[in-house]
């Protein structure tokens, strides 16, 4: 076996090994020759390469979002590494573990005029859950610097930085390892779930319950759980369509519900205790409701974090929601109230109103949603670029054993495909994306990549530019709205595809989108279908739909 002769690239890839850190994606260059002379050259590692830093961060972010593993992406010095901040910053919100290994000059050569070379050390200092600033020498303190980054990103689930110093010469090898890491057992500490009792009386008393969650991992909450919270009388509970939780009782498309609601009906909805689980919420309209309406209690349920999004938060449960819910509900009893059922009435209005509004609508963003989430594949992935991707699809049922993820931790439109790509190899399943047109192209150098699965699809809506300033207040139809908020463009994905190698079809009405939804679902090649809507339709379609649910 080959490794690298520098001995703290030998340590660097023992301990990686030791540690089940085993997906390395590695961008090009000279500094990090040593890391990936020893990656590559070692069957304990799954190793992909990918040219453009960014990309390679969120492709790494979608692997680890799937096995729920830390994975690694190696650096040469210089600016490489400050590409890798947006995917940075989305796995310290979205708590995913990512380990950034970035190659550095040694300490003497930083800030004397030598190329290619910036302040590496903390560099992500406001976002990084560890910073391990080796030195140049393999030592015992290097070992420990590189143990506690990986075992902070894999128990407080987050993204870390181990900033690794080499000096020339940097390609040299050698037949065996000739220095062993001093490995380490951390403790591992559980925290217990504190005295219930106060919780349990509160509970008790209170009509007006609601439970709202937002993004989860399939199967993070026992089902058992969720089926006692949805025919608990007292109890509402309104999920996203990232939380991947299911009961023929929940609220899935909470816009839907209350965006038609007037003061008395917001008054009346008010819960006494609201309870979150899971990451951040997509629904604007929610939050709104519930910082105006605050509920005397508000309870979140992490191991790790709670925010306080309503501005009253009274409790963090650091324990698991199963954890938590397997002890407190046997505490509880169920009282009588009619707070689910009126809100089960008012869903039977809104779905009404919703099936007959969409019979009616002209081809359009909406009208593409309506005939694309019904056609998807069971057990497949589903991945949702953010902006008016993820909103519209909010709207919609979809298929209850379809797995639904989005890029929520930061909600930038920043490296959607390269996340879903990474997904798609992580999982296995086939896996689609769907996004809009500036998240798509804004993040084309995604499909620079050799790893793309045969059963990956992208459907593209492209309305001709950033379409969600159109539903946004301060639209105007001037110049300045259409060039610098709205960047309308006349571009298309077409030569991306060739390319790439991607099959490619296009819609523009209903008939053309059943069509080539057909072609697309039965293809065994990864393929784009672009789907063309009407620019100025869209946002009126969307907004006579709210005012149409009353």
């Not at 059922?341 to 099936?355: A, M, P």
């Not at 709205?486 to 190698?501: D, F, G, I, R, V």
């Amino acid at each position: 076996m080959i490794y690298p002769k520098i001995p703290l690239a030998q340590k660097i890839i023992e301990i990686c090994k030791a540690k089940d850190l085993h997906h390395i994606v590695i961008s090009p260059g000279s500094r990090n020759a040593p890391l990936t002379i020893g990656f590559t050259n070692n069957q304990a590692f799954t190793c992909y390469s990918i040219a453009d830093e960014r990309c390679a961060a969120f492709f790494a972010l979608g692997i680890a979002q799937q096995i729920q593993k830390p994975v690694a992406v190696v650096c040469t010095s210089g600016s490489a590494l400050l590409n890798y901040y947006p995917a940075f910053a989305e796995a310290f919100y979205n708590q995913i573990p990512l380990v950034v290994i970035s190659a550095d000059r040694p300490h003497n050569k930083i800030d004397i005029g030598d190329g290619q070379t910036i302040r590496q050390e903390n560099v992500f200092a406001n976002h990084s859950i560890y910073n391990a600033n080796l030195l140049e020498m393999a030592s015992e303190e290097n070992d420990f610097e590189i143990q506690s980054a990986i075992h902070f990103a894999v128990t407080k689930k987050g993204p870390v930085h181990i900033n690794v110093p080499f000096e020339e010469p940097l390609y040299e090898t050698v037949a065996e390892v000739l220095v062993k890491p001093k490995l380490i057992t951390f403790p591992i500490e559980e925290k217990k779930l504190i005295d219930l009792d106060v919780f349990v009386e509160q509970w008790n008393s209170a009509k007006k319950k609601l439970v709202l969650i937002g993004g989860c991992d399939p199967d993070y909450i026992q089902q058992s759980i969720l089926d006692d919270l949805g025919t608990n009388d007292s109890v509402v509970v309104m999920t996203e369509v990232t939380s991947n939780v299911r009961h023929p009782n929940f609220i899935t498309n909470i816009d839907t519900i209350i965006t038609p609601f007037s003061d008395a009906d917001f008054k009346d909805f008010q819960p006494d205790i609201v309870v979150t689980i899971g990451g951040m919420i997509v629904s604007k309209r929610i939050k709104a409701f519930l910082r105006k309406y605050k509920p005397q209690q508000h309870w979140h349920i992490d191991t790790l974090r709670a925010y306080d999004t309503f501005d009253c938060l009274s409790q963090h449960f650091e324990v698991t929601p199963n954890k938590f819910f397997n002890e407190f509900l046997t505490k509880t009893i169920k009282i009588e109230s009619d707070y689910l059922q009126k809100v089960l009435d008012i869903k039977k209005i809104r779905t009404r109103k919703h099936q007959n509004y969409t019979q009616t609508i002209p081809f359009s963003d909406f009208k593409a949603f309506q005939i694309i989430l019904p056609k998807l594949p069971e057990n497949c992935q589903l991945q949702i670029s953010n902006s008016s991707a993820i909103r519209y699809a909010q709207l919609f049922d979809i298929n209850t054993n379809i797995e639904v993820f989005c890029n929520r931790g930061t909600s930038g439109i920043d490296g959607s495909t390269s996340t879903a790509i990474g997904a798609a190899v992580a999982s296995g399943k086939e896996t689609i994306l769907i996004t809009g047109d500036i998240s798509f192209l804004y993040d084309s150098n995604g499909l620079w990549n050799n790893y793309i699965p045969r059963n990956f699809k992208i459907i593209l809506l492209n309305n001709g530019g950033g379409g969600i300033f159109r539903i946004l207040p301060g639209h105007q139809e001037n110049k300045t709205f259409n060039t610098y908020f709205e960047t309308s463009h006349c571009l298309t994905s077409e030569y991306l595809a060739k390319m790439y190698n991607f099959d490619y079809q296009i819609a523009s009405n209903e008939k053309s989108l059943n069509e080539s939804l057909e072609i697309l679902l039965k293809s065994d090649k990864p393929m784009i279908l672009e789907v063309f809507t009407p620019t100025k339709v869209n946002d009126l379609v969307l907004n006579e739909y709210f005012n149409n649910l009353t």
